[in-house]
């Protein structure tokens, strides 16, 4: 081996492996041969390493070694490689298939750079994939000359083969939400149901539709044994979800738990609706008093500002009602974020119930037959407070995926970028490690 062939498998970094010719060609497959004192190639030529193996064969089903004779001699292959200095590589070999006597099978034999049936290296589907979780997919192909099916299924496979190599996590805490399509879509469904690991805030499956089959198609991917592992089920008052999962035999005395942000947002619809008919429904002088506080009743006293607290003074002296149902949701806002144990709840939320069940308060009754409907739920709260933001900052990352891409249509695919997004966050240097790594283990340098 030459010293140019030596430099560049030095530059390869696949351990058993080596640069046996090296060429460079234009995009009809032409050969180049630069004139000696003219430099690089013209633009629009690639660099070809032609590698040969150095090692005995391995089983690409199995990892064993195998007999260096082949049982079949397959044609040349091709694979894409990162650019090396600006310039296209193509990694070119004549793969073998070998027979196994461990697994008895005849497999095409492991190369080193890439995955079976994959027609990109692992580092080139990594750096793909790293970029794609930042810029749309088109940007990437454009990037590096690539279509757009190329780049989907070289991050999809990335992705994929970071998944399988974490550790399973096992499943105590179970969250359950609803993502709104949008409207303009040709999708029989306009929600998808999203079902996610409360311990790690990671997305573990995604179904369409917010019915109870959906959840029912998820609990049938699980075994006996995976349900009885789950200690309580976190999703909001919608009813189907709730029905999903007492109707299993195994789920059905898991403690179900409303998620706070859930419950201010039915406490605030009510709010909203009392704004609205002692303001805007009662005349222009009144309308011209209540415009513009919509968002100022719903906020928090302690999280307003002095001018913000005198203007929501000013309105409820124009109507004492909504003050004093201001002051009940306040009281509820305390009770669901600090209550300590089950039985503080349960007397905070007796007072609450006796100051709301007034028959002639519509919204605030309306609210009432709420709390009395979802009293159960409201009380686990507080005896197990599970770790619920998690659910609505999931909501957040499926925001950002799809506001980048337009939406998916491959439910699978936009799980894997979900769960990469939620279980790599870049806020240390482990993190930042782990996110780099992609599941891929970097090549060791070939002498000390």
Same mark, same amino acid.
């Given at each position: 081996m030459g010293q140019r062939a030596r430099i560049l498998t030095e530059i390869l970094g696949f351990r058993g492996w080596r640069v046996k010719e090296a060429f460079f060609e234009d995009a009809n497959g032409q050969l180049i041969f630069p004139l000696k004192g003219m430099g690089r190639p013209f633009p629009g030529s690639r660099l070809v390493l032609r590698l040969v193996r150095r090692w005995a064969p391995r089983c690409s089903h199995c990892g064993a070694i195998c007999s260096c004779s082949a049982h079949e001699n397959l044609e040349v292959?091709?694979? +894409?490689?990162?650019?090396? +200095?600006?310039?296209? *590589?193509?990694?070119?070999?004549? +793969?073998?298939?070998? !027979? /196994? !006597?461990r697994c008895g099978s005849c497999p095409v034999e492991m190369v080193a750079w890439a995955e079976p049936r994959q027609r990109q290296s692992k580092r080139l589907q990594q750096t793909l994939a790293l970029q794609a979780a930042s810029m749309p997919v088109m940007h990437v192909a454009a990037l590096h000359g690539l279509s757009w099916s190329t780049v989907r299924r070289a991050e999809g496979a990335a992705l994929a083969r970071w998944d399988a190599s974490r550790p399973e996590v096992p499943l105590h805490e179970v969250g359950i939400d609803e993502k709104f399509l949008g409207r303009r879509h040709k999708l029989e469904h306009k929600f998808v149901t999203i079902i996610s690991n409360l311990e790690t805030g990671e997305p573990i499956w995604i179904g369409p539709g917010r019915s109870e089959s959906t959840v029912e198609q998820w609990l049938a991917t699980l075994s006996d044994e995976q349900k009885g592992a789950i200690e309580l089920v976190a999703l909001d008052m919608h009813k189907p979800y709730v029905n999903a999962i007492k109707a299993d035999a195994v789920l059905k005395d898991v403690p179900i738990v409303h998620d706070p942000f859930h419950l201010m947002k039915r406490a605030g619809e +009510?709010?909203?609706?009392?704004?609205?008919?002692?303001?805007?429904?009662?005349?222009? %002088? #009144?309308?011209?008093? @209540?415009? @513009? &506080?919509?968002?100022? *009743?719903?906020?928090?006293?302690?999280? /307003?500002?002095?001018? %913000? %607290?005198? !203007? =929501?003074?000013?309105?409820?002296? $124009?109507n004492p009602r909504l003050g004093r149902a201001y002051q009940v949701i306040e009281e509820f806002r305390e009770l669901v974020c600090q209550a300590p144990d089950r039985e503080a709840m349960d007397v905070g939320l007796k007072r609450i119930l006796r100051r709301t069940q007034e028959r002639q308060n519509v919204p605030l009754r309306k609210w009432h037959d709420s709390l009395r409907e979802h009293r159960e739920q409201i009380l686990a709260l507080a005896e197990h407070r599970p770790p619920t933001g998690r659910i609505e900052a999931l909501n957040n990352n499926w925001e950002s995926l799809v506001?980048?891409?337009? @939406? $998916?249509?491959?439910?699978? $695919?936009? #799980? =894997? !970028? =979900?769960?990469?997004? &939620?279980?790599?966050?870049i806020r240390n240097d482990r993190g930042v490690q782990r996110f780099l790594a992609l599941g891929l283990t970097p090549p060791k340098p070939l002498a000390a």
């Open positions: 292959r091709r694979w +894409a490689d990162l650019s090396w +200095a600006g310039w296209p *590589v193509w990694i070119e070999y004549e +793969a073998i298939r070998v !027979k /196994c !006597k +009510a709010m909203d609706e009392m704004r609205r008919e002692y303001f805007f429904r009662a005349g222009g %002088q #009144l309308r011209a008093v @209540g415009r @513009g &506080t919509r968002w100022l *009743v719903l906020r928090a006293w302690e999280r /307003c500002s002095e001018e %913000q %607290q005198a !203007k =929501l003074r000013e309105l409820f002296r $124009y506001r980048r891409a337009r @939406g $998916y249509r491959n439910y699978d $695919y936009l #799980l =894997l !970028k =979900l769960r990469f997004m &939620t279980a790599n966050p």
